[in-house]
């Protein structure tokens, strides 16, 4: 069979024809090939990393990354060049893996930003503040003294009303996502009572939507929730105009205008500081405890060259007034808990003291903290 | 038996060629499954069906009869067809990483060719998706772009100027492509937009020689974009900061100033009958500086397809 197949293929095969193909085809091709390779050549290349591998390279990549994203450079009157070189001259190509990672993280440290984190697959170098102050809460003495271990929850929040007939709800991070309904059927249930106390200590933050969400129940008109801007460029200057971002009340769904308070700590940071801000500027509300962890830059995430993660604060976020509160909001009313004393909660009785007095008397008198300060001092 | 195979597809043009091909193959089968079990005593699916098929294809190629000198033999033919890529991708995008991303890339695509006003003038039109798995160099972390893109172009034909099979075509071309790229690590930067809509020019230039009897196109094409209008946030603004309403400087002209896209196709199609087989080789630049974000894509991919 295959024989005969060869020699029919002989005879059929025109070997005019062939070279006429071949001649017309390959110039054609090479032609073709010309232009793609010249164009592939030109522009068809991947990009080339700006630096090395090596451990001098990831240093002044780590350095360079923050110097041309980080925006708190002048607001803290950090002089990043001066910086670079004394933590340059620490770094060797020689050194391990670890010993640049202390050094890198020693470096970051310098900019006294919780935001600010090196993370490597052995470690994530920090500065945490708040771990050094007052933690200002226990979960444990408000659910077995306050609550007595009966209590509701959901969307991350913890919720009841106490004896006085104030409504309690603790929310211990933003990152647990807030839903609708639920904040209508916890808001529901907490209406009856005369004011309600939110308890956001030692809560490190998370999703700005959800401060949204929250305060978007207790205000009745269009407010005017802060100010953001971002890095336009390189220059540690280079921002943008602050922007004026506002939250209107939360259509068709349960809003609480009663008095509130709202307790913090210095484990309040980040999107809970943003949180406790906005709060503050409202008329009803009172904030109660210490000052909050700060963290009022949008964090960023970049990359090594060698795969570890920098994140910074990147896009500034200014209260109502147009401040950073980079460094914590202070509270209307400052009160420490006493650690010694493990069934009385000082932050939360005075936050029910202050609800009491505003619900006995017609209204709550507005921005007398001050005064209302000086009392809680006495 | 094959011979007379052979001589049905030398008298018949090529698509009466390949329907006979097919109408015969199963007659053929059952008089070589015989042969080939008297030859090997085997009843495997390879004997009984494979390889009557290879013997067939291989005779298709090369018993081919002598090609006809028709007019307009220069024409590509009014088609559709489906194609597969995947191959070699990078992704730079300074707005999540400083680093370059390579990996794979894989894409899903359809495109028309149709002529209109006798051949003077042939339009295409192109809807695919693509997807790039890129890791970095220390192999810890990897981002995941999806894009899709539709894109028309209406080009006038020159056929036959210097060889009769021998095309070229050139003309104006439009391209909207969006997507996104996320990295799944990132903070409040973990996904960055890509749109744009482009206005350019494409151009094509093709060959239709016979490989044996066999009818195949020989084909390049260049598009290329020149100007048009694309999305790129501020160098540092957060999509957060855009959901609050900051809108302010996001739609970017883009001209060769500041952008730059290109799109190479080079491949033949195998003309079997009424089907079309295609292979190819696609390189895909997408590159751009706005706001001081820098972009640099690139993919080499092998082009396979069929006709619709």
């Given at each position: 069979?295959?024989?005969?197949f060869?020699?029919?293929?002989?005879?059929t095969?025109?070997?005019k024809n062939?070279?006429v193909f071949?001649?017309?085809?390959?110039?054609?091709?090479?032609?073709?090939l010309?232009c793609?390779i010249l164009?592939c050549?030109?522009?068809?290349?991947a990009?080339?990393?700006e630096?090395?591998?090596?451990?001098?390279?990831?240093?002044?990549?780590?350095?360079?990354?923050?110097?041309?994203?980080y925006s708190?450079?002048?607001?803290?009157?950090?002089?990043?060049?001066?910086v670079?070189s004394?933590?340059?001259?620490?770094?060797?190509?020689?050194?391990t893996?670890?010993?640049?990672?202390?050094v890198?993280?020693?470096m970051?440290?310098e900019?006294?930003?919780?935001?600010?984190?090196?993370i490597?697959?052995h470690d994530?170098?920090r500065?945490?503040?708040?771990?050094?102050?007052p933690?200002?809460?226990n979960?444990?003495?408000?659910?077995?003294?306050?609550?007595?271990?009966?209590?509701?929850r959901?969307s991350?929040i913890k919720y009841?009303i106490?004896p006085?007939?104030?409504?309690?709800?603790?929310?211990?991070s933003f990152s647990?996502?807030?839903?609708?309904?639920n904040?209508d059927?916890?808001?529901?249930y907490?209406?009856?009572?005369d004011g309600l106390?939110i308890d956001?200590r030692?809560?490190?933050g998370?999703?700005?939507t959800?401060v949204?969400?929250?305060?978007?129940r207790?205000?009745?008109?269009?407010?005017?929730?802060?100010?953001i801007?971002?890095?336009?460029?390189?220059?540690h200057?280079?921002?943008?105009e602050?922007?004026?971002?506002?939250?209107?009340?939360?259509k068709?769904?349960i809003?609480?205008?009663?008095?509130?308070?709202v307790?913090?700590?210095?484990?309040?940071?980040?999107?809970?500081?943003?949180?406790v801000s906005?709060m503050k500027?409202l008329d009803?509300?009172t904030?109660v405890?210490?000052t909050?962890?700060?963290?009022?830059?949008?964090?960023f995430?970049?990359e090594?060259?060698?795969?570890?993660?920098?994140?910074?604060?990147?896009?500034?976020?200014m209260?109502?007034?147009?401040?950073?509160?980079?460094f914590?909001?202070?509270?209307?009313v400052?009160?420490?808990?006493?650690?010694?004393?493990?069934?009385?909660?000082?932050?939360l009785d005075?936050?029910?003291d202050?609800l009491?007095?505003?619900?006995a008397?017609?209204r709550?008198?507005?921005?007398?903290n001050?005064?209302?300060?000086q009392?809680?001092?006495? | 038996?094959?011979?007379?195979f052979?001589?049905?597809g030398a008298?018949?043009?090529y698509?009466?060629?390949?329907?006979?091909l097919?109408?015969?193959?199963?007659e053929?089968?059952?008089?070589?499954?015989?042969a080939?079990?008297?030859?090997?005593?085997?009843?495997?699916?390879?004997?009984?069906?494979?390889l009557?098929?290879?013997?067939?294809?291989?005779?298709?190629?090369s018993?081919?009869?002598e090609?006809a000198d028709?007019p307009?033999?220069?024409?590509?033919?009014?088609?559709?067809?489906?194609m597969?890529?995947a191959?070699y991708a990078?992704?730079?995008?300074?707005?999540?990483?400083?680093?370059?991303y390579?990996g794979?890339?894989?894409?899903?695509?359809?495109?028309a060719?149709?002529w209109?006003n006798?051949y003077?003038?042939?339009?295409?039109?192109?809807?695919?998706a693509?997807?790039?798995y890129?890791?970095?160099?220390a192999?810890?972390?990897?981002?995941?772009?999806?894009?899709?893109?539709?894109?028309?172009?209406?080009?006038?034909a020159?056929l036959?100027?210097?060889h009769p099979?021998?095309?070229?075509s050139a003309g104006?071309?439009?391209?909207?492509r969006a997507?996104?790229?996320?990295?799944?690590?990132?903070s409040n930067?973990?996904?960055t937009v890509?749109?744009?809509?482009?206005?350019?020019?494409?151009?094509?230039?093709?060959f239709?020689?016979?490989?044996g009897?066999?009818?195949?196109?020989l084909?390049?094409q260049?598009?290329l974009p020149?100007?048009?209008v694309?999305f790129?946030?501020?160098?540092?603004?957060?999509?957060y900061?855009?959901?609050l309403?900051?809108?302010?400087?996001?739609?970017h002209?883009?001209?060769?100033?500041?952008?730059?896209?290109?799109?190479?196709y080079?491949?033949a199609?195998?003309?079997l009958g009424?089907?079309?087989l295609r292979?190819?080789?696609?390189?895909?630049?997408?590159?751009w500086?706005v706001n001081n974000l820098?972009?640099?894509d690139?993919?080499?991919?092998i082009?396979?397809?069929i006709?619709?």
């Amino acid at each position: 069979m295959l024989s005969r197949f060869n020699q029919t293929t002989r005879t059929t095969i025109n070997n005019k024809n062939n070279r006429v193909f071949f001649k017309n085809v390959v110039p054609v091709v090479q032609c073709c090939l010309c232009c793609l390779i010249l164009c592939c050549l030109c522009w068809g290349c991947a990009e080339k990393d700006e630096f090395e591998r090596d451990q001098v390279g990831n240093f002044e990549a780590l350095w360079t990354i923050m110097d041309e994203h980080y925006s708190f450079f002048d607001y803290k009157q950090v002089d990043w060049n001066e910086v670079h070189s004394r933590y340059r001259a620490l770094v060797s190509n020689d050194m391990t893996d670890r010993e640049l990672f202390d050094v890198c993280g020693d470096m970051l440290k310098e900019l006294r930003d919780g935001h600010t984190n090196l993370i490597a697959s052995h470690d994530v170098s920090r500065y945490w503040v708040w771990e050094q102050w007052p933690v200002n809460y226990n979960e444990r003495l408000i659910d077995q003294h306050y609550l007595n271990f009966d209590y509701k929850r959901a969307s991350g929040i913890k919720y009841q009303i106490l004896p006085d007939n104030f409504g309690y709800m603790y929310y211990g991070s933003f990152s647990s996502v807030i839903g609708e309904g639920n904040l209508d059927l916890i808001l529901s249930y907490l209406s009856t009572a005369d004011g309600l106390i939110i308890d956001v200590r030692d809560n490190g933050g998370g999703y700005l939507t959800n401060v949204e969400t929250l305060v978007s129940r207790f205000i009745g008109e269009k407010t005017l929730a802060g100010y953001i801007c971002h890095k336009t460029g390189k220059g540690h200057n280079d921002l943008s105009e602050p922007y004026a971002y506002y939250f209107e009340p939360t259509k068709n769904h349960i809003h609480y205008l009663k008095p509130v308070v709202v307790l913090a700590s210095r484990g309040s940071f980040s999107a809970t500081n943003n949180f406790v801000s906005i709060m503050k500027s409202l008329d009803q509300v009172t904030v109660v405890g210490d000052t909050t962890g700060g963290g009022c830059g949008l964090p960023f995430t970049s990359e090594l060259p060698n795969g570890w993660r920098v994140r910074f604060s990147s896009c500034p976020i200014m209260d109502a007034q147009g401040r950073l509160t980079e460094f914590g909001v202070a509270p209307d009313v400052r009160v420490d808990m006493d650690e010694d004393d493990h069934t009385h909660d000082a932050i939360l009785d005075t936050a029910i003291d202050i609800l009491a007095r505003a619900t006995a008397a017609p209204r709550l008198p507005q921005r007398s903290n001050a005064k209302l300060q000086q009392q809680y001092d006495n | 038996m094959l011979s007379k195979f052979i001589t049905c597809g030398a008298n018949a043009n090529y698509a009466n060629f390949t329907n006979c091909l097919f109408s015969k193959f199963m007659e053929f089968v059952k008089f070589e499954k015989f042969a080939l079990k008297k030859r090997c005593g085997c009843h495997s699916t390879y004997c009984t069906y494979c390889l009557p098929f290879i013997l067939l294809l291989c005779c298709s190629l090369s018993v081919a009869a002598e090609p006809a000198d028709i007019p307009g033999s220069a024409v590509l033919p009014n088609q559709s067809i489906f194609m597969l890529d995947a191959g070699y991708a990078s992704v730079h995008d300074s707005y999540l990483t400083p680093i370059t991303y390579d990996g794979i890339d894989l894409g899903l695509s359809i495109e028309a060719t149709r002529w209109v006003n006798r051949y003077r003038w042939l339009w295409q039109l192109g809807v695919g998706a693509g997807y790039n798995y890129v890791e970095n160099n220390a192999q810890n972390n990897e981002l995941h772009k999806v894009m899709g893109d539709i894109s028309f172009n209406m080009q006038h034909a020159w056929l036959g100027l210097i060889h009769p099979r021998l095309g070229f075509s050139a003309g104006p071309m439009t391209q909207l492509r969006a997507g996104i790229v996320y990295d799944a690590v990132n903070s409040n930067n973990p996904v960055t937009v890509r749109a744009h809509w482009n206005l350019g020019a494409t151009g094509m230039a093709w060959f239709n020689p016979l490989l044996g009897r066999l009818p195949i196109t020989l084909r390049y094409q260049l598009q290329l974009p020149v100007a048009g209008v694309f999305f790129a946030p501020e160098y540092d603004e957060s999509y957060y900061e855009i959901y609050l309403g900051n809108h302010k400087n996001l739609a970017h002209l883009g001209w060769w100033g500041n952008r730059f896209d290109m799109t190479n196709y080079l491949g033949a199609d195998l003309r079997l009958g009424k089907t079309v087989l295609r292979i190819g080789y696609r390189n895909r630049l997408e590159h751009w500086t706005v706001n001081n974000l820098h972009v640099h894509d690139v993919t080499h991919s092998i082009v396979l397809g069929i006709s619709l």
